[in-house]
């Protein structure tokens, strides 16, 4: 955590203090990352933190047991689930530190209709603007902990998928694949997993398609896209291998793509724009000859899937060292297969380093 970067975007937004109660913002001003926020989101867990003064982390009792060692804050309030509202212990706290009558910055996005109103009338004079801008803010910058979660979660998922490729044979379920890829997965710890999506064949082209009961057969291209969550971080890795031999036509585009891939992550650098990076993309489809049909090309990971900064055509942010992002350019060969690679890596002071094995992916997997 960056404790002087959110003051600092704290005192720049003209908010008095932050309310936060997603479960990433939690998790990465606490340092605690309280799963019952994701499985049971009605129990709700807040962090406050003032610009002025100590921050308080509120929870349901129970969820504080054994986090003192873990947790950033020293001030840990806990209310009994149905005999307290959360609310009424973060309408004590706001009073408490004498913003009662201040300028909140609340997340929108997680905070429902129901508990916005209960709040206000707690706290009638307390005025509540949208905060969220600012933990993006921070959050799209990661602490060198956070690199090295981000880089063992990523490995884990990329020989996850590898490993289940190598056990895969012709003529199995895509549901057994994606078991495979699962057990892997958590074997290697993760403690969620997000996503398996796995598809073959025409299925390929669903990027996001649950693995069913159909088979691998001999010629088929398939696609799988997986995240994991490890202690709160994600992970996001994709490739693509071939059922057997591939047609010259399966290289050609694998290779494309690849070209495209590669090239389009060596462009990054801090100070270019993310609809730059996205322009330089779109001109290597054109130059390299395939259709380009992409409303983004990658995002921002950490604590959340689709972070700060989106690389899409609209975002003017620069990007800066310190930020850790997916990129996953895709290929779709109509009505026949689906064709995504997707990679982690880290922008540096100079440059770019990948956080997962790029280069090693560099031909199109067979599985025999």
Not at 128 to 157: N, Q, Y
Not at 192 to 202: E, R, V
Not at 209 to 220: C, E, F, M, Q, Y
Not at 288 to 314: C, D, K, Q, S, V
């Amino acid at each position: 955590m960056n404790s002087q970067r959110i003051n600092k975007l704290l005192d720049q937004s003209g908010l008095d203090a932050l309310v936060v109660m997603s479960i990433e913002n939690v998790t990465y001003l606490s340092g605690v990352w309280v799963v019952t926020q994701r499985v049971i989101p009605e129990r709700l867990a807040f962090v406050l933190w003032p610009r002025h003064g100590e921050p308080v982390f509120i929870l349901c009792k129970g969820e504080d047991v054994n986090i003192s060692e873990r947790c950033f804050i020293g001030d840990i309030r806990t209310y009994v689930e149905f005999r307290t509202t959360p609310l009424e212990l973060l309408a004590d706290a706001l009073t408490e530190k004498g913003l009662n009558v201040g300028k909140i910055g609340i997340e929108r996005r997680s905070m429902s209709i129901q508990d916005y109103h209960e709040l206000k009338q707690l706290l009638p004079d307390v005025i509540m603007e949208d905060g969220s801008s600012v933990m993006e803010r921070v959050r799209m910058i990661k602490e060198a902990d956070e690199v090295d979660a981000l880089t063992d979660a990523a490995t884990s998922t990329q020989e996850a998928i590898e490993i289940a490729f190598e056990k895969t044979n012709q003529g199995t379920t895509e549901k057994s694949v994606g078991n495979l890829i699962s057990t892997e997965l958590t074997s290697r710890g993760a403690d969620i997993l997000n996503f398996t999506f796995l598809g073959c064949g025409l299925r390929s082209f669903e990027w996001h398609a649950w693995p069913n009961k159909g088979i691998l057969n001999a010629g088929d291209i398939v696609h799988t896209d997986v995240g994991g969550n490890f202690a709160g971080y994600w992970s996001d890795v994709a490739r693509i291998a071939v059922v057997g031999q591939p047609t010259d036509k399966q290289r050609e585009l694998f290779d494309k793509l690849f070209q495209i891939h590669v090239r389009t992550i060596e462009a990054v650098k801090p100070g270019i724009r993310a609809s730059d990076l996205y322009r330089v993309c779109e001109n290597l489809y054109a130059e390299i000859g395939l259709p380009f049909t992409m409303a983004h090309i990658g995002h921002g990971l950490g604590l959340g899937l689709h972070e700060r900064p989106m690389l899409n055509p609209y975002v003017e942010q620069e990007l800066l060292p310190g930020m850790v992002l997916c990129i996953e350019p895709a290929h779709l060969d109509p009505g026949v297969a689906g064709y995504h690679l997707e990679d982690l890596v880290l922008v540096t002071d100079d440059g770019v380093r990948p956080l997962t094995d790029v280069y090693r992916w560099s031909e199109l997997f067979v599985i025999d």
